[in-house]
């Protein structure tokens, strides 16, 4: 692999990952890679780890360490990888932070940056629970950041707008303690590794961006 820029990205539900995980893939010519997106393209195409997946998804369990490992592994030797990667979702625990740091070394390269995005629990709340989504097409809209042009209808389709489980303050709440008490023990593990950069994840998309590219500076191509 090329010595491009291999990046974590950091932060709580509704901080932001996964649009940033994009605009850097654009940005820096690399992968990004969420495990969500894998994880349910594995289970799509029946693959042999997909299948395994699908054992545990379909009993209502969360899939294990080893299984999201390798699900990363296998993407990571993918050819438009090879010039580097932006990780989305992984890793979320110690344990899965040290998987990867074996992986890595045994292809003999490491991360150069993990980017944590900061972001208050009250915005978060504010950003799920405010989402709605339409159950004809999929489409996205917020009560109060980008509201619908009627109340409860998709300006895409004009099917019924909805608030998902998910975005339920309730289980928001929960997502977020999982967070601390999963997640946030990582910022700890990065910065001992000289690898942590923290940004404030509050503000437009391209103010956020702009944050995000002068973080990692010195990783653009």
């Not at 054992?55 to 050819?79: C, F, H, M, W």
Request: hydrophobic share 40%; proline share 4%; charged share 25%.
């Amino acid at each position: 692999m090329a010595a491009g820029a291999r990046v974590v990205l950091l932060g709580p539900p509704g901080a932001g990952k996964g649009t940033q995980a994009k605009l850097l893939q654009d940005k820096f010519g690399v992968c990004q890679i969420s495990t969500g997106d894998i994880l349910r393209k594995a289970v799509a195409e029946q693959t042999a780890l997909g299948k395994e997946a699908s054992q545990y998804i379909n009993r209502g369990a969360l899939v294990p360490d080893s299984v999201i490992v390798d699900l990363v592994a296998t993407r990571l030797q993918e050819k438009d990888c090879e010039k580097g990667f932006i990780l989305d979702g992984f890793p979320r625990t110690i344990p899965q932070a040290e998987s990867l740091d074996a992986i890595l070394k045994q292809r003999g390269i490491g991360l150069n940056s993990v980017l944590s995005v900061q972001v208050p629990k009250d915005v978060i709340i504010e950003r799920l629970a405010g989402r709605r989504t339409c159950r004809s097409c999929g489409a996205l809209s917020h009560v109060t950041l980008s509201p619908s042009k009627k109340a409860g209808i998709c300006d895409r389709c004009g099917g019924e707008l909805y608030q998902r489980d998910d975005d339920r303050e309730e289980t928001i709440a929960h997502r977020l303690k999982v967070y601390d008490d999963q997640t946030a023990p990582l910022l700890n593990y990065y910065r001992g590794q000289g690898l942590l950069r923290e940004i404030g994840g509050v503000g437009t998309v391209d103010e956020i961006r702009a944050r995000v590219i002068a973080a990692l500076g010195d990783l653009a191509p």
